[in-house]
């Protein structure tokens, strides 16, 4: 997906429509008031999304080393492809109308990682700082430094 600001209005007006909000040009977007605890609630929702998203892929790995049937299985990765989609566009609402930082900073403090190797990982994400790279150069370069030794 294009970053926001590349969209055309008619890009923008489909997105709206997907999105159940009118989407204004990106000059006008500070201009629309959103309250803190809307902001909270979003944030809370999509945070929430991730934790449902991460147990339904985890489902899904069940499904495949119990070796379920595998229209089964493809039925499973559609619709979690589907509720991804959607919480793509929950977290766009949230890029757009939030604070643009990490779901997971609390009292200052970034307290869940975004990708492995911990075990968990966002799904989505509405943070303008990557982390993320941030994140996977410090386990590389830990990664590399075993490998010398």
Known sequence: MKPIEELTRAELDQLGKELGVNIVAPDVWEAIPWTTGQIDALSLRVRTGNDRMIAGLLAIW??????????????????????????HHLCLKLEVFGPGECLYIMGGKKVRKCKPPDGTFCFVCPSQRPYWKEEWAEFDKIFSEGEKK
Not at 65 to 75: F, P, Q, S, V
């Open 62 to 87: 069940k499904m495949i080393n119990e070796g379920k049937a595998e229209k089964d299985i493809e039925l499973s990765f559609d619709r979690l492809e589907k509720a991804v989609t959607r919480l």
